[in-house]
């Protein structure tokens, strides 16, 4: 079951992980009000989109992310996009109003794709997070 679960769901990450790189190419239109429940969230948007430098190095870590998912390294993978999850997530909750909006769906899968890798490779993080011996 492994076998066939981990290249699906990695595909799937994979295409949620390019999304943010063809919007930083501009394949992507800039985001509108409509897609956003909040003031407060389409501003948060707008100010990260015309700062330019969070886009640009959100894409490099999700174009490395996805190199790392498909070259069988998915554990650095999976760390590597969490700061990036854990902040969408929270600007969902927090800014745009709730984790069970339509905006959020997205944010949600990448959680559980993001949660379900970090479990399959969650002995390969021991010694990152054990005690070092003098």
């Known amino acids: ?7 699906v769901l990695k595909g ?6 390019i999304s943010p790189i063809l919007r930083t190419l501009g394949i992507f239109p800039p985001p509108t009000r409509d ?3 909040t003031d ?51 600007f969902h909750l927090v800014l745009d109003g709730g984790l069970f909006t339509a905006g959020a769906i997205m944010g949600n899968v990448l959680l559980l794709l993001n949660v379900y890798f970090l479990w399959q490779y969650r002995t390969t993080y021991k010694q990152l997070i054990a005690a070092q011996s003098k």
């Open 1 to 7: 079951m492994k076998k066939y679960l981990n290249p």
């Open 12 to 17: 799937i990450l994979s295409l949620l992980l």
């Open 35 to 37: 897609l956003y429940n």
């Open 40 to 90: 407060q969230a389409f501003e948060f948007i707008n100010i990260l989109m015309s700062s330019g430098y969070i886009m640009i190095i959100m894409a490099i870590c999700f174009l490395a992310a996805i190199i790392l998912l498909w070259t069988k390294r998915t554990a650095a993978a999976a760390l590597l996009i969490l700061p990036f999850t854990v902040n969408i997530v929270a």
